[in-house]
């Protein structure tokens, strides 16, 4: 994890497929909101997405108050995550990592379900990214 980002970092730039079957890009979207990446493991396990759940819980407090656009992000297809989305009543966006891309850029890619012959998730992680003006 050597290129893990830090605080204070210029952010990597990222290009993903959402839940709303449209292509999501860091940099534009970061052009009108701060933006807050919510990496997450997989969709659907036995595991409790505790990241998720607790952003899902404060949704309202984060983007209404704050004026932030939240974007939960896993290995899974986009379609996987809208049935999850959709199952567990997540209110925010949802975006596909699916190559690992965004997960090596962040430095969080590890090997959690290599005992099920699944090499590269992302660990449970948040990024808050805003555009310096």
Request: proline share 2%; hydrophobic share 40%.
């Amino acid at each position: 994890m050597s290129n893990k980002i830090q605080a204070g970092d210029v952010a990597k730039n990222i290009h993903l497929w959402t839940t709303e079957n449209t292509k999501f890009s860091l940099f534009t979207a970061t052009e009108k909101l701060p933006v807050l990446l919510a990496f997450f493991p997989c969709a659907f396990t036995k595991h409790e997405n505790k990241i998720l759940n607790g952003i899902n819980d404060k949704y309202n407090k984060l983007f209404k108050d704050l004026n932030v656009r939240i974007i939960g992000i896993s290995t899974d297809t986009h379609w996987t995550l809208d049935a999850y989305k959709n199952e567990k009543n997540i209110r925010f966006e949802m975006a596909s990592d699916f190559n690992k891309d965004a997960a090596k850029a962040y430095g969080i890619l590890i090997d959690k379900y290599s005992s099920y012959g699944y090499n590269g998730v992302a660990k449970e992680a948040c990024f808050l990214i805003a555009f310096d003006k």
